[in-house]
């Protein structure tokens, strides 16, 4: 199946540094997407993308869907501690069966330190 | 407007009981996935549902798990002779379109097995 590797498994940084993750996968999606996690949540949107090159930006996020759509980043500058969380990156594709399911990087735990 | 509303949130089960677990769609969706999360793991797909219809469940295990979304009620996710590695977080997600991306997910619930 499908896989998508996400990196790095956990950051810590300081309040106000710029942060950076990134997806890879082997096979091509037609959307990439950015979600973030809090402990007892569900994942939360932050970006989606669309076109291959495209990039988006959502106040501090700024997320890029690789020109080959099999990779993306999201950076986030000047953290916050409430940024704090899993940042989790998915590939969007028709199944062929009918659905346009999502499949999911590990995710990026971030720790933010005040 | 509310969101996807999953309960119950938290779920004890001994071991070859059986779990229901339900999820309402946002108002207006009548588009169900539902999505399983093991510790430390993405969200992986398991069931595309419309309203009366399953359209893809490729990501389903072949036995004791069924899904349903009937014309009234909220869809329900059900598995029998429960086992410990069924011991997760599932979240639902709806949307009001086949083709809708970036869906909105449910707050989960957690079952564990005992």
């Known amino acids: 199946g499908q896989q998508l590797n996400q990196s790095p498994q956990s950051m810590f940084i300081q309040e106000g540094e710029d942060v950076s993750m990134n997806c890879t996968s082997s096979s091509i999606f037609n959307t990439w997407l950015w979600y973030k996690q809090e402990p007892g949540e569900g994942p939360v949107l932050l970006i989606a993308l669309y076109k291959a090159g495209e990039l988006t930006s959502n106040g501090r996020l700024t997320a890029q869907f690789g020109i080959t759509r099999k990779d993306s980043f999201l950076n986030i500058s000047a953290s916050i501690p409430s940024d704090v969380g899993i940042y989790f990156c998915a590939g969007q594709h028709n199944s062929g069966a009918g659905s346009y399911q999502l499949t999911f990087g590990k995710g990026t735990k971030l720790s933010v330190i005040p | 407007n509310a969101g996807v509303m999953q309960n119950p949130r938290h779920l004890v089960r001994r071991r070859g009981q059986e779990a229901r677990l339900r999820c309402s769609p946002m108002?207006?969706?009548?588009?169900v996935y539902w999505y399983r999360q093991l510790p430390e793991e993405g969200l992986k797909f398991m069931v595309y549902l419309q309203k009366e219809n399953i359209i893809d469940e490729s990501g389903m295990p072949k036995e004791r798990f069924s899904a349903e979304f009937p014309k009234e009620g909220p869809s329900i996710l059900r598995i029998q002779q429960v086992v410990r590695g069924d011991s997760a977080a599932y979240f639902c997600?709806?949307?009001?379109?086949?083709?809708?991306?970036?869906?909105?997910f449910g707050s989960g619930t957690r079952l564990t097995v005992v």
């Open positions: 108002k207006g969706h009548s588009h």
């Open positions: 997600a709806s949307s009001p379109a086949r083709d809708n991306y970036g869906y909105t």
